[in-house]
């Protein structure tokens, strides 16, 4: 996973090369993008071959690929993206259904930038590529947010709040339980749309038991209470027992701000979507 995003997409007319064997998936993707984004040119890319040639033709702002071309596997062509690219960087992002099973096999290599789940529907993956393209600046939502660095935790609150959120700081795992105890007493649940919870936590709980807590205890699913966990372990075993245990995702250490905010407000956005949907059905 790329920790750096040492170029953010700021063109008004941003190019996005869309890569997939499905024709189908590619129109459907091409289609939303024009929707969310006036003024995309979508360059669509069948095979790995077609996307290496679009490459040579000029800059590319975004690159998404599935993870089975039928010429060559999705990493092998982010690869090649990373060794041959005429600018510095360029986000490169998976669409795939198997993205999860990926993950906890740690197969995604550190030549990706981010993943998406085709199981989340074509209009999150529409959100979800905005929010690389054209970065909000305002949300609203809720944090709950676990640290017990004050120093590291007075950083990020003061990043997190500078784009509209609400961040309810805590230093433990029990702090933390006992406010989405409250809020379940009082009516509110979840209690907040995201949890940013660091692993390595002082005291006896760490962000690890704070998942048991959440998806056994609780019982909230990774849709109804996403959390997004901050590690600087990069032991791709250790990585794949927090996916397991119910991390939506991970943010590894150190914190990039655009990258954190970006994979933040599309957890916080799809759970609230899930939470509309069922509240009027």
Known sequence: MEHALTRHITSETPRVMVVDGSKVVRRLIEQLLRAELPGVTVLSCETGAEAKQQLESGVVDLVTTALRLPDMDGLDLARHVREHAPQAYIPIVIVSGDVNERLINRELSDVVTDYFDKSLGFNALAAFIRGYVRPETQATGEVLYVEDSRVVALATRRMLEKYGLTVHHVTSVEDAVALLETAMA??????????????????????????????????YSKGQLPVLIMTGDDNPRNQAELLRAGANDLVQKPIEERLLVTKLLFQMRVAQHLRQRARAA
Do not use: I, M, Y
């Not at 649940?189 to 056994?216: F, I, M, Q, Y």
């Open 186 to 219: 009082q009516g509110r649940v979840p209690g907040a749309d995201v949890v940013l919870s660091d692993v390595n936590l002082k005291g006896e709980l760490t962000g690890a038991d704070l998942l048991h807590r959440l998806r056994h205890d609780f019982g």
